[in-house]
């Protein structure tokens, strides 16, 4: 398997990346991410907020997986873990393995993990004006991180950054190198934020609800452009976002986040049509859909998600749940397989482990 | 107090004509000037609302959907004036609202409402949820003392919320539970007229569902009119009647909700409606999008001819006619009370684009 290049390279440091690049590629069934029992902390006086509590997935090359949820439900922070970027105090990884392309990163030093974020792990925040700086050209901005981590000579940078710019769709990108961000409409600057997290080739790019502050004609156009250049360059993905709707388009396989749990993880027809945690039932439910008939009321979820403060043993969802027994108050559920069409579903559920009560 | 002063109407944006509408707006203009220099000196204007005529019937609910910066919000301030027009005309019951004295202008604003989007920015964090609501039954004078405390718990039981909540703070709440506080202040005066000036966007998904039923019970119960502000279009299909779609400052497309979701005769609604994304990947892999070109062009210098030529995939299409570039499409009925703005709206009509089939029900235990 090689990885193709991400733009058309003519230059000689061009040829020497893509050979790299298909050395990199050279790993047979490894996956790229593996995350196990991943737990992150906020400590604060009131004592320590498990904001995401014994997360584990899997993420293969290439593949794209949606992690879904609501606000808090740990979706965020469980991605700045992965990249070490969390915030420390308050935040702490206190226990987990994150194995990527086959090293633990949170084994690594800082300098070491400097590295892999600017090579190998590309970002893309909701709002692209806070994370792009304003004092800096955009070509500068795109080419800096390729110099960094790829070595490229000032002029090669700078094609590195036009062709990059024209790939994610820029119009006369030569010409909008020496622009700043300001300059740039907000899915302009998102499609910068795009070329600048691509800029080094990387394996994973982490998309973190990139389109939630844009139009909706605006976040087709993203969400088209992270799919081909998803499909084109066998980058892996990781989209967090609340719209259920994105992650269908987009995703090979989701994972459903409720109060820093995963709560149900699958391939993506197996979540929308045969749901087997009440919490994704009901997100699927409480919205207005365009491929459902108007008319009656919405399904909703009353009240609202636990305190992470000292999470209490029972299930995370079983205050608000409509199915809820004895037994959900009593003992959290673990993550256990379901019989279902495609591979690898599971879900933290007592209500529909084999023999329970929920159809 | 003056009669119901007949518009001149197109008969088919007029909904009902046998009833007189609640709400009116006639080529409704709102421009903001922009000024520059040390002079201060007017360089040209922000056309926010540029000519906008239709109707709202008593106990209707009509969406507005479009893009940010396409003026829905602007004309929703406009409806109640919180905006002074520019040009045209807003009724309210056939009174002209630019003609109203100050004193006549506080008694109708008892009369209509609106709901924000934001329910942290838009109560005060100093006031108990108690002082909020009673607030303007206190402006309006409608009760005093103990009346108004019952009133107050009558309105917080109403929208679903714990009259015991009074002496509480704003920050105490949830953001759905917020919103709900902004609901009861907004029906504190009962008003027959709410602007929802997109009162779900701000919310988690799991609560949206919680305001979008509230809405609809108070409406059943009370017998309230909405223009319902969103750039959500399951969510305004879901709660309206009729629906508009704006783009520019322009209204491009009104009619039956059921008509403008199922055959769409402007092409920039199905270009809105192909770029929604649906929980279903079946759905998701099969369905044909149109993905719009670039940006949405500056209000304040809209493109010639029709506004969304720019963008238009008909127009690409239809190999660029000139009428596009040249002549400003007006309104006009594709199907009874359905209008759109479109030189070739037949032709948008009878494409498959956009549209999403739906289902009954979702087939889920």
Request: hydrophobic share 40%; glycine share 10%.
């Amino acid at each position: 398997m090689t990885r193709p290049e991400l733009v058309e390279i003519s230059t000689r440091e061009g040829a020497r990346l893509a050979a790299q690049l298909a050395d990199d590629a050279d790993r047979h069934d490894r996956r790229l991410l593996h995350v196990q029992d991943l737990s992150t902390y906020f400590f604060t006086p009131g004592g320590a907020v498990h904001a995401v509590d014994e997360v584990s997935f899997d993420l293969d090359y290439g593949e794209t997986l949606g992690l879904v949820g609501e606000s808090g439900s740990g979706k965020t922070v469980t991605a700045l873990s992965i990249a070490r970027l969390v915030a420390e105090p308050p935040g702490r990884i206190v226990s987990g393995e994150v194995i990527f392309d086959g090293i633990d990163l949170l084994r690594l030093s800082r300098e070491e993990m400097r590295l892999v974020r600017g090579r190998k792990i590309g970002f893309v925040f909701q709002d692209p004006m806070t994370s792009l700086n304003p004092t800096l050209t955009v070509g500068r901005q795109i080419g800096e991180s390729a110099r960094t981590h790829l070595g490229l000579s000032r002029a090669a940078a700078a094609r590195h950054a036009a062709d990059l710019l024209g790939t994610v769709g820029i119009p006369r990108a030569r010409d909008r190198l020496g622009d700043y961000p300001h300059q740039f409409s907000g899915g302009m600057r998102q499609r910068v934020m795009i070329a600048i997290a691509l800029a080094c080739q990387p394996m994973l790019l982490i998309a973190d609800e990139p389109t939630t502050a844009l139009d909706v004609t605006i976040q087709a156009q993203i969400m088209e452009l992270l799919r081909s250049l998803s499909r084109e360059f066998r980058t892996a993905v990781i989209l967090i976002t609340h719209d259920l709707g994105l992650a269908a388009g987009m995703c090979q396989r989701v994972s459903v986040m409720y109060a820093g749990r995963i709560v149900e993880s699958g391939v993506v027809d197996d979540i929308f049509e045969r749901p087997r945690m009440p919490y994704t039932a009901a997100l699927l439910d409480s919205r207005a859909r365009l491929d459902i008939e108007p008319g009656g009321r919405l399904r909703t979820i009353e009240g609202l998600p636990p305190d992470l403060l000292d999470p209490a043993a029972e299930c995370r969802f079983a205050p608000r749940c409509p199915h809820r027994r004895g037994i959900c108050l009593e003992r959290e559920p673990d993550m256990t397989p379901r019989p279902s069409a495609g591979d690898g579903h599971t879900a933290r559920c007592w209500g529909t482990e084999p023999g329970g009560w929920i159809p | 107090m003056l009669g119901y002063r007949a518009g001149r109407l197109d008969p088919m944006i007029d909904p009902r004509m046998d009833e007189a509408p609640l709400v009116e707006a006639e080529g409704l203009k709102v421009h903001f000037p922009i000024v520059s220099g040390i002079l201060q000196r007017r360089t040209g204007s922000i056309r926010a609302v540029d000519g906008v005529t239709f109707a709202i019937a008593r106990k209707e609910t009509l969406g507005l959907v479009g893009e940010s910066g396409c003026g829905k919000s602007t004309l929703g301030r406009a409806l109640i004036r919180l905006r002074d027009a520019t040009d045209g005309h807003v009724r309210f019951e056939g009174r002209e609202l630019a003609d109203l004295s100050g004193r006549e202008l506080r008694r109708m604003r008892r009369r209509m409402q609106i709901i924000f989007q934001d329910p942290f920015g838009s109560l005060d964090p100093r006031m108990t949820v108690g002082a909020i609501v009673a607030e303007p039954i206190e402006t309006h004078r409608l009760a005093r003392g103990r009346a108004k405390e019952e009133r107050v718990r009558e309105l917080l039981t109403l929208v679903g919320l714990d009259p015991a909540f009074t002496s509480r703070y704003p920050h105490e709440f949830s953001g759905g539970q917020r919103q709900r506080i902004g609901v009861a202040r907004a029906l504190a005066v009962e008003p027959g007229f709410i602007v929802c000036d997109e009162p779900i966007s701000a919310l988690d998904i799991s609560i949206q569902g919680q305001i979008l039923n509230l809405l609809m019970d108070l409406r059943e119960r009370l017998g309230l009119t909405y223009l319902f502000i969103s750039h959500d279009l399951a969510a305004v299909r879901h709660i309206s009647d009729r629906v508009g779609v704006m783009y520019l400052g322009r209204l491009v497309e009104i009619g039956p909700s059921s008509a403008a979701y199922t055959s769409p005769a402007h092409p920039y609604t199905r270009a809105l409606l192909s770029a929604v994304p649906v929980p279903d990947p079946a759905v998701e892999r099969r369905r044909r999008r149109v993905i719009l070109v670039g940006d949405v062009p500056s209000p304040a210098d809209p493109p010639p001819g029709c506004r969304f030529h720019t963008r238009c995939w008909l127009y690409e299409r239809l190999g660029r006619p000139e009428d596009c570039r040249l002549v400003e499409p007006e309104l006009r009925s594709v199907n009874g009370d359905h209008a759109a703005a479109c030189h070739y709206a037949e032709r948008a009509m009878h494409s498959d684009l956009g549209v999403v089939e739906t289902a009954l029900e979702a087939e889920r235990p």
